[in-house]
Protein backbone atom coordinates (compact mmCIF):
# COMPACT_ATOMS: atom_id res chain seq x y z
CA UNK A 1 0.00 0.00 0.00
CA UNK A 2 1.10 3.66 -0.27
CA UNK A 3 1.15 5.29 3.11
CA UNK A 4 1.24 9.14 3.53
CA UNK A 5 2.39 11.20 6.36
CA UNK A 6 1.71 15.04 5.91
CA UNK A 7 3.35 17.39 8.49
CA UNK A 8 0.82 18.38 11.05
CA UNK A 9 -0.86 22.19 10.66
CA UNK A 10 -2.72 22.11 13.85
CA UNK A 11 -1.92 24.86 15.86
CA UNK A 12 0.90 23.70 18.34
CA UNK A 13 1.00 20.06 17.82
CA UNK A 14 4.22 19.17 17.54
CA UNK A 15 3.64 15.56 17.22
CA UNK A 16 3.96 13.17 13.90
CA UNK A 17 2.08 9.72 12.87
CA UNK A 18 4.69 7.70 12.14
CA UNK A 19 8.54 7.30 13.35
CA UNK A 20 11.31 6.30 11.63
CA UNK A 21 11.03 3.22 13.22
CA UNK A 22 7.54 2.63 11.88
CA UNK A 23 8.93 3.18 8.36
CA UNK A 24 11.08 0.57 8.64
CA UNK A 25 8.62 -1.92 9.78
CA UNK A 26 5.85 -1.11 6.87
CA UNK A 27 8.74 -0.92 4.43
CA UNK A 28 9.38 -4.61 5.51
CA UNK A 29 6.53 -5.27 4.64
CA UNK A 30 6.51 -3.96 1.44
CA UNK A 31 4.69 -0.86 2.07
CA UNK A 32 5.94 2.09 0.31
CA UNK A 33 5.96 5.13 2.34
CA UNK A 34 5.55 9.30 2.03
CA UNK A 35 6.84 11.60 4.60
CA UNK A 36 6.29 15.35 4.45
CA UNK A 37 9.17 17.18 4.48
CA UNK A 38 10.05 17.81 7.97
CA UNK A 39 7.20 16.16 9.45
CA UNK A 40 9.15 14.74 12.62
CA UNK A 41 10.79 17.76 13.05
CA UNK A 42 8.98 18.58 16.46
CA UNK A 43 9.45 15.42 17.84
CA UNK A 44 13.09 14.79 17.35
CA UNK A 45 13.08 13.36 14.42
CA UNK A 46 14.90 14.37 11.16
CA UNK A 47 14.19 13.91 7.58
CA UNK A 48 17.64 12.23 7.24
CA UNK A 49 16.34 9.19 9.94
CA UNK A 50 13.45 8.91 7.83
CA UNK A 51 15.29 8.61 4.31
CA UNK A 52 17.42 5.98 6.38
CA UNK A 53 14.47 4.08 7.19
CA UNK A 54 13.40 3.77 3.45
CA UNK A 55 11.12 6.54 3.69
CA UNK A 56 10.45 9.16 0.53
CA UNK A 57 10.44 13.04 1.23
CA UNK A 58 8.23 14.35 -0.43
CA UNK A 59 8.15 18.83 0.13
CA UNK A 60 4.09 19.46 0.19
CA UNK A 61 1.02 18.27 1.85
CA UNK A 62 -0.58 18.49 -1.73
CA UNK A 63 2.42 16.18 -2.88
CA UNK A 64 1.39 13.74 0.14
CA UNK A 65 -2.37 13.84 0.15
CA UNK A 66 -2.36 13.32 -4.12
CA UNK A 67 -0.06 10.29 -3.77
CA UNK A 68 -1.30 8.33 -1.06
CA UNK A 69 -4.15 5.27 -0.46
CA UNK A 70 -4.11 5.52 3.18
CA UNK A 71 -2.96 9.06 5.14
CA UNK A 72 -1.85 8.63 8.72
CA UNK A 73 -1.99 11.63 11.21
CA UNK A 74 -2.54 12.77 14.73
CA UNK A 75 -5.26 15.70 14.85
CA UNK A 76 -8.04 16.08 12.37
CA UNK A 77 -7.82 17.31 9.13
CA UNK A 78 -8.42 21.12 9.24
CA UNK A 79 -10.16 23.59 6.92
CA UNK A 80 -7.16 24.07 4.72
CA UNK A 81 -6.75 20.25 4.06
CA UNK A 82 -10.53 19.46 3.45
CA UNK A 83 -9.97 20.16 -0.42
CA UNK A 84 -6.57 17.95 -0.88
CA UNK A 85 -8.82 14.50 0.37
CA UNK A 86 -9.81 11.99 -2.34
CA UNK A 87 -13.02 9.89 -2.80
CA UNK A 88 -12.18 6.55 -0.95
CA UNK A 89 -9.17 7.95 0.98
CA UNK A 90 -8.29 5.93 3.97
CA UNK A 91 -7.63 8.58 6.75
CA UNK A 92 -6.29 7.06 9.79
CA UNK A 93 -6.09 10.06 13.00
CA UNK A 94 -7.93 11.54 16.09
CA UNK A 95 -11.14 13.16 14.43
CA UNK A 96 -13.50 13.91 17.36
CA UNK A 97 -16.32 14.29 15.08
CA UNK A 98 -18.58 14.82 17.73
CA UNK A 99 -17.34 17.87 18.51
CA UNK A 100 -16.91 19.33 15.12
CA UNK A 101 -19.78 19.30 12.52
CA UNK A 102 -17.68 21.42 9.90
CA UNK A 103 -15.56 18.67 9.96
CA UNK A 104 -18.19 15.71 9.71
CA UNK A 105 -19.93 17.27 7.01
CA UNK A 106 -16.45 17.79 5.01
CA UNK A 107 -15.63 13.93 5.34
CA UNK A 108 -18.71 13.19 4.59
CA UNK A 109 -18.55 15.60 1.13
CA UNK A 110 -14.77 14.24 0.45
CA UNK A 111 -16.13 10.47 0.39
CA UNK A 112 -13.46 9.61 2.65
CA UNK A 113 -12.88 6.29 4.27
CA UNK A 114 -12.62 8.10 8.13
CA UNK A 115 -11.18 5.71 10.76
CA UNK A 116 -10.43 7.48 14.60
CA UNK A 117 -8.28 6.44 16.88
CA UNK A 118 -10.59 7.17 19.50
CA UNK A 119 -13.19 5.25 18.83
CA UNK A 120 -10.91 2.12 18.11
CA UNK A 121 -12.55 -0.40 20.95
CA UNK A 122 -11.06 -3.55 22.61
CA UNK A 123 -13.58 -5.85 23.72
CA UNK A 124 -12.95 -5.09 27.72
CA UNK A 125 -14.38 -1.62 26.65
CA UNK A 126 -10.64 -0.42 26.63
CA UNK A 127 -9.52 2.57 24.11
CA UNK A 128 -6.07 1.45 23.26
CA UNK A 129 -5.38 4.36 21.47
CA UNK A 130 -6.60 6.97 24.18
CA UNK A 131 -4.51 5.41 26.72
CA UNK A 132 -1.09 6.48 25.88
CA UNK A 133 -1.94 10.09 26.02
CA UNK A 134 -3.60 9.26 29.49
CA UNK A 135 -0.22 7.25 30.62
CA UNK A 136 1.52 10.67 29.44
CA UNK A 137 -0.68 13.22 30.94
CA UNK A 138 -0.96 11.35 34.28
CA UNK A 139 2.76 11.28 34.26
CA UNK A 140 2.94 14.79 33.50
CA UNK A 141 0.45 16.01 35.94
CA UNK A 142 2.76 15.71 38.39
CA UNK A 143 6.10 16.88 36.89
CA UNK A 144 3.85 20.53 36.47
CA UNK A 145 2.75 20.10 39.94
CA UNK A 146 5.31 19.98 41.21
CA UNK A 147 6.97 22.89 39.44
CA UNK A 148 4.00 25.57 40.51
CA UNK A 149 4.44 24.49 43.79
CA UNK A 150 7.27 26.02 44.15
CA UNK A 151 7.39 29.62 45.30
CA UNK A 152 8.42 31.68 42.23
CA UNK A 153 5.08 30.52 40.58
CA UNK A 154 3.21 31.30 43.58
CA UNK A 155 2.86 27.67 45.13
CA UNK A 156 3.63 26.78 48.79
CA UNK A 157 6.68 26.44 48.30
CA UNK A 158 7.03 22.55 49.46
CA UNK A 159 8.95 19.85 47.78
CA UNK A 160 7.05 16.99 46.95
CA UNK A 161 9.38 14.37 48.23
CA UNK A 162 10.54 16.29 51.28
CA UNK A 163 14.17 15.66 52.79
CA UNK A 164 15.07 13.92 55.55
CA UNK A 165 13.86 15.24 59.04
CA UNK A 166 10.61 17.40 56.66
CA UNK A 167 7.35 15.55 55.47
CA UNK A 168 6.59 15.02 52.19
CA UNK A 169 4.24 17.49 50.21
CA UNK A 170 0.24 15.60 50.18
CA UNK A 171 -0.84 14.28 46.72
CA UNK A 172 -4.74 13.57 46.53
CA UNK A 173 -5.47 12.03 43.08
CA UNK A 174 -9.29 12.38 42.10
CA UNK A 175 -10.08 9.36 39.57
CA UNK A 176 -8.03 6.07 39.94
CA UNK A 177 -8.39 5.07 36.11
CA UNK A 178 -5.10 5.40 33.39
CA UNK A 179 -4.28 9.33 34.48
CA UNK A 180 -4.90 8.59 38.20
CA UNK A 181 -2.71 5.52 38.25
CA UNK A 182 -0.24 7.36 36.50
CA UNK A 183 -0.38 10.46 38.68
CA UNK A 184 -0.31 8.14 41.85
CA UNK A 185 2.35 6.30 40.93
CA UNK A 186 4.88 9.23 39.88
CA UNK A 187 4.52 11.26 43.20
CA UNK A 188 4.76 7.96 45.45
CA UNK A 189 8.12 7.45 43.30
CA UNK A 190 9.27 11.35 43.83
CA UNK A 191 8.56 10.42 47.98
CA UNK A 192 4.94 12.65 48.06
CA UNK A 193 2.10 10.98 50.60
CA UNK A 194 -0.66 10.15 47.94
CA UNK A 195 -4.18 9.86 48.36
CA UNK A 196 -6.06 8.04 45.47
CA UNK A 197 -9.45 8.02 45.15
CA UNK A 198 -12.23 6.02 43.17
CA UNK A 199 -15.67 5.40 43.35
CA UNK A 200 -15.54 2.13 41.89
CA UNK A 201 -14.62 -0.21 44.90
CA UNK A 202 -13.04 -3.43 42.45
CA UNK A 203 -10.73 -0.75 40.82
CA UNK A 204 -9.73 0.68 44.59
CA UNK A 205 -8.94 -2.97 45.61
CA UNK A 206 -7.01 -3.47 42.47
CA UNK A 207 -5.01 -0.04 42.90
CA UNK A 208 -4.47 -1.27 46.96
CA UNK A 209 -2.88 -3.89 45.72
CA UNK A 210 -0.12 -3.07 43.30
CA UNK A 211 0.22 1.02 44.07
CA UNK A 212 3.61 1.31 46.50
CA UNK A 213 3.14 1.79 50.14
CA UNK A 214 2.93 5.43 49.84
CA UNK A 215 -0.27 5.17 48.18
CA UNK A 216 -3.81 5.17 50.46
CA UNK A 217 -6.85 4.16 48.14
CA UNK A 218 -10.08 6.00 49.28
CA UNK A 219 -13.78 5.70 48.41
CA UNK A 220 -14.46 8.94 46.52
CA UNK A 221 -17.45 11.22 47.66
CA UNK A 222 -18.41 14.80 49.02
CA UNK A 223 -17.32 14.27 52.97
CA UNK A 224 -13.89 12.68 52.33
CA UNK A 225 -12.97 15.08 49.62
CA UNK A 226 -13.92 17.63 51.83
CA UNK A 227 -11.70 16.48 54.37
CA UNK A 228 -8.89 15.98 52.23
CA UNK A 229 -8.56 18.64 50.05
CA UNK A 230 -7.71 21.15 54.01
CA UNK A 231 -4.20 18.99 53.92
CA UNK A 232 -3.57 18.45 50.21
CA UNK A 233 -0.60 20.43 48.79
CA UNK A 234 -1.39 19.52 45.06
CA UNK A 235 -4.62 18.16 44.23
CA UNK A 236 -5.11 16.01 40.80
CA UNK A 237 -8.43 15.62 38.88
CA UNK A 238 -8.68 12.64 36.69
CA UNK A 239 -12.03 11.48 36.91
CA UNK A 240 -13.99 10.20 33.53
CA UNK A 241 -17.50 9.30 33.26
CA UNK A 242 -17.95 8.24 29.27
CA UNK A 243 -19.86 10.34 27.29
CA UNK A 244 -20.70 12.85 29.73
CA UNK A 245 -19.35 15.70 31.07
CA UNK A 246 -17.11 15.42 33.96
CA UNK A 247 -18.81 15.70 37.94
CA UNK A 248 -17.73 18.96 39.76
CA UNK A 249 -16.07 17.05 42.83
CA UNK A 250 -14.07 20.14 44.12
CA UNK A 251 -16.58 23.09 44.01
CA UNK A 252 -15.82 26.79 44.21
CA UNK A 253 -16.73 26.78 48.49
CA UNK A 254 -13.85 24.08 48.86
CA UNK A 255 -11.36 26.40 47.43
CA UNK A 256 -11.39 28.10 50.88
CA UNK A 257 -10.63 25.16 52.91
CA UNK A 258 -7.05 24.54 51.66
CA UNK A 259 -4.09 26.34 52.24
CA UNK A 260 -2.88 29.16 50.36
CA UNK A 261 -0.54 27.65 47.51
CA UNK A 262 -2.16 24.51 46.96
CA UNK A 263 -2.13 23.63 43.40
CA UNK A 264 -4.89 22.09 41.41
CA UNK A 265 -4.13 20.15 38.26
CA UNK A 266 -7.00 19.03 36.20
CA UNK A 267 -6.35 16.41 33.84
CA UNK A 268 -10.33 16.12 33.31
CA UNK A 269 -9.99 19.69 31.81
CA UNK A 270 -11.14 17.87 28.44
CA UNK A 271 -14.10 16.82 29.48
CA UNK A 272 -15.01 20.20 31.07
CA UNK A 273 -12.72 19.28 34.32
CA UNK A 274 -13.96 17.77 38.01
CA UNK A 275 -13.06 20.83 39.72
CA UNK A 276 -15.87 24.00 39.44
CA UNK A 277 -13.10 26.68 39.00
CA UNK A 278 -11.13 24.87 36.20
CA UNK A 279 -10.98 26.39 32.31
CA UNK A 280 -9.06 25.51 29.90
CA UNK A 281 -5.46 26.78 29.47
CA UNK A 282 -3.14 26.64 27.08
CA UNK A 283 0.92 25.78 27.52
CA UNK A 284 1.78 29.17 27.15
CA UNK A 285 -0.41 30.64 30.08
CA UNK A 286 -1.01 27.16 32.15
CA UNK A 287 -1.90 28.70 35.53
CA UNK A 288 -4.10 31.19 36.84
CA UNK A 289 -4.88 32.14 40.25
CA UNK A 290 -7.99 31.80 42.50
CA UNK A 291 -8.33 32.32 46.30
CA UNK A 292 -4.67 31.92 46.40
CA UNK A 293 -5.15 28.88 45.14
CA UNK A 294 -3.22 27.91 41.61
CA UNK A 295 -5.21 26.33 39.00
CA UNK A 296 -3.30 24.41 36.16
CA UNK A 297 -5.89 23.45 33.42
CA UNK A 298 -3.95 22.64 30.26
CA UNK A 299 -6.10 20.76 27.57
CA UNK A 300 -3.64 18.93 25.58
CA UNK A 301 -0.85 18.56 28.53
CA UNK A 302 1.23 15.74 25.84
CA UNK A 303 1.51 18.38 23.06
CA UNK A 304 4.16 19.87 25.75
CA UNK A 305 6.38 16.35 25.15
CA UNK A 306 5.96 15.34 21.78
CA UNK A 307 8.95 13.39 21.78
CA UNK A 308 7.40 10.85 24.49
CA UNK A 309 3.68 11.69 22.69
CA UNK A 310 4.57 10.42 19.62
CA UNK A 311 6.65 7.75 20.70
CA UNK A 312 4.41 6.24 22.49
CA UNK A 313 0.83 7.20 20.35
CA UNK A 314 2.49 5.15 17.43
CA UNK A 315 3.71 1.98 19.32
CA UNK A 316 -0.03 1.77 19.75
CA UNK A 317 -1.52 2.69 16.32
CA UNK A 318 1.54 0.73 14.48
CA UNK A 319 -0.27 -2.92 14.53
CA UNK A 320 -3.25 -1.16 13.41
CA UNK A 321 -1.80 0.37 10.42
CA UNK A 322 0.07 -2.75 9.47
CA UNK A 323 -3.16 -4.81 9.57
CA UNK A 324 -4.60 -2.06 7.32
CA UNK A 325 -1.41 -1.83 4.89
CA UNK A 326 -1.30 -5.70 4.82
CA UNK A 327 -5.10 -6.57 4.11
CA UNK A 328 -6.67 -2.67 2.68
CA UNK A 329 -9.36 -1.31 5.34
CA UNK A 330 -11.89 -3.47 4.48
CA UNK A 331 -10.73 -6.95 5.14
CA UNK A 332 -8.68 -5.52 8.20
CA UNK A 333 -12.16 -4.26 9.53
CA UNK A 334 -14.08 -7.29 9.02
CA UNK A 335 -11.52 -9.74 10.81
CA UNK A 336 -10.69 -6.90 13.89
CA UNK A 337 -13.84 -5.83 15.37
CA UNK A 338 -11.10 -3.35 17.06
CA UNK A 339 -10.43 -1.74 13.87
CA UNK A 340 -14.06 -1.90 12.88
CA UNK A 341 -15.44 0.50 16.02
CA UNK A 342 -12.98 2.95 14.93
CA UNK A 343 -14.70 3.29 11.13
CA UNK A 344 -16.90 6.48 11.77
CA UNK A 345 -17.76 7.65 8.34
CA UNK A 346 -17.32 6.02 5.09
CA UNK A 347 -17.69 6.90 1.37
CA UNK A 348 -20.06 9.82 2.56
CA UNK A 349 -22.49 7.87 5.02
CA UNK A 350 -22.19 7.92 8.62
CA UNK A 351 -21.52 4.78 10.68
CA UNK A 352 -20.61 5.45 14.17
CA UNK A 353 -23.82 5.61 16.63
CA UNK A 354 -22.19 8.85 18.51
CA UNK A 355 -21.26 10.75 15.14
CA UNK A 356 -25.16 10.40 14.13
CA UNK A 357 -26.57 11.28 17.48
CA UNK A 358 -24.20 14.30 17.38
CA UNK A 359 -24.99 15.73 14.09
CA UNK A 360 -29.14 14.44 13.57
CA UNK A 361 -27.71 12.68 10.70
CA UNK A 362 -28.96 9.33 9.05
CA UNK A 363 -26.66 6.30 10.63
CA UNK A 364 -26.02 3.31 7.98
CA UNK A 365 -24.83 -0.03 9.76
CA UNK A 366 -21.33 -0.87 9.54
CA UNK A 367 -22.03 -4.60 8.22
CA UNK A 368 -24.04 -2.93 5.22
CA UNK A 369 -21.18 -0.69 4.18
CA UNK A 370 -18.61 -3.75 4.31
CA UNK A 371 -20.85 -5.67 2.34
CA UNK A 372 -21.38 -3.05 -0.27
CA UNK A 373 -18.31 -2.92 -0.18
CA UNK A 374 -17.88 -6.75 -1.16
CA UNK A 375 -20.31 -6.19 -4.04
CA UNK A 376 -18.36 -3.42 -5.79
N1 LIG B 1 -5.70 17.33 29.67
C1 LIG B 1 -5.14 16.43 28.89
O1 LIG B 1 -4.20 16.71 28.15
C2 LIG B 1 -5.64 15.02 28.92
C3 LIG B 1 -4.90 13.99 28.32
C4 LIG B 1 -5.36 12.68 28.43
C5 LIG B 1 -6.57 12.42 29.10
N2 LIG B 1 -7.29 13.46 29.63
C6 LIG B 1 -8.55 13.27 30.37
O2 LIG B 1 -8.31 12.73 31.66
C7 LIG B 1 -9.52 12.16 32.15
C8 LIG B 1 -9.24 10.80 32.76
O3 LIG B 1 -8.88 9.89 31.71
P1 LIG B 1 -8.54 8.35 32.00
O4 LIG B 1 -7.97 7.83 30.74
O5 LIG B 1 -7.78 8.22 33.26
O6 LIG B 1 -10.01 7.75 32.21
P2 LIG B 1 -10.36 6.34 32.88
O7 LIG B 1 -11.70 5.97 32.37
O8 LIG B 1 -9.23 5.39 32.74
O9 LIG B 1 -10.46 6.70 34.44
C9 LIG B 1 -11.47 7.47 34.99
C10 LIG B 1 -11.69 7.02 36.42
O10 LIG B 1 -12.56 7.97 37.05
C11 LIG B 1 -13.31 7.23 38.00
N3 LIG B 1 -14.45 8.04 38.47
C12 LIG B 1 -15.64 8.24 37.89
N4 LIG B 1 -16.40 9.04 38.68
C13 LIG B 1 -15.65 9.33 39.78
C14 LIG B 1 -15.87 10.09 40.96
N5 LIG B 1 -17.02 10.72 41.18
N6 LIG B 1 -14.85 10.17 41.86
C15 LIG B 1 -13.68 9.54 41.65
N7 LIG B 1 -13.43 8.80 40.56
C16 LIG B 1 -14.40 8.70 39.65
C17 LIG B 1 -13.67 5.96 37.24
O11 LIG B 1 -14.11 4.93 38.12
C18 LIG B 1 -12.35 5.65 36.54
O12 LIG B 1 -11.54 4.78 37.32
C19 LIG B 1 -10.46 12.15 30.94
O13 LIG B 1 -11.33 13.25 31.03
C20 LIG B 1 -9.53 12.30 29.76
O14 LIG B 1 -10.19 12.85 28.63
C21 LIG B 1 -6.83 14.74 29.53
Not at 195 to 201: F, P
Request: hydrophobic residues 45%; proline residues 6%; negative net charge.
Amino acid sequence: MVIGVPREIKNNENRVALTPAGVAELRKAGHTVYIQVNAGEGSGFSDEEYIGAGAIMLPTIEEIYGIAEMIIKVKEPIAQEYSLIKENQLLFTYFHFASSEPLTHAMIERGAVCLAYETVEKNDRSLPLLVPMSEVAGRMAIQEGAKYLEKPTKGRGILLGGVPGVKPAKVLVLGGGIVGAQAARMAAGLGAHVTLMDVSLPRLRYLADVMPENVDTMMSNEYNIREEVKHADLIVGAVLIPGAKAPHLVTRDMLKLMRPGTVLVDVAVDQGGCIETCRPTTHEDPTYIIDDVVHYCVANMPGAVPYTSTVALTNATLPYVMQLANKGWQQACRDNAELKLGLNVVDGKVVYKGVADAWNLPLVAVEDVLQQEVLN
